[in-house]
């Protein structure tokens, strides 16, 4: 199973997840990463669940449109949404310093 690790200031909060599990699925359930994960709509649209991966992502699946639309540029930072995310290997990130982008223009 995938060892999700969350990295919060000092602190770093991991626990093995389902394979293909969405962090913000299991958020929006009150379980792990919650309370830590910042996010809002669930639905690619809001950037509240902008995360940077710091360890992984490079078995992450390529950036969707809505990521590609709500991220840009920042998607070369490393930055991706919690929310697009399906979970099949370790992965850390953290929310620390990512700022929220604007909504996606339609
Ligand atoms: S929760 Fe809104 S874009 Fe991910």
Known sequence: MPQVTF???EE??????LDNTNLV????????????LR????M??????????LDGAENL??????????LGEK???GL??????????????TQDGVPIPGPAKP
């Open 44 to 53: 690619g649209k809001c950037g509240k669940c902008s995360c940077r991966v």
């Open 7 to 9: 990295r919060k200031g």
């Open 25 to 36: 699925v299991r958020a929006g359930i009150k379980k792990f990463p919650w309370p830590h």
């Open 80 to 93: 991706r949404l919690a929310c697009q995310l399906w979970i099949h290997h370790d992965i850390t990130v």
């Open 61 to 70: 699946a390529e950036p969707n449109w809505k990521e590609q639309k709500v």
């Open 75 to 77: 998607l070369a930072e």
């Open 39 to 42: 996010y809002g709509c669930g």
């Open 12 to 17: 770093a909060f991991s626990e093995e997840v």
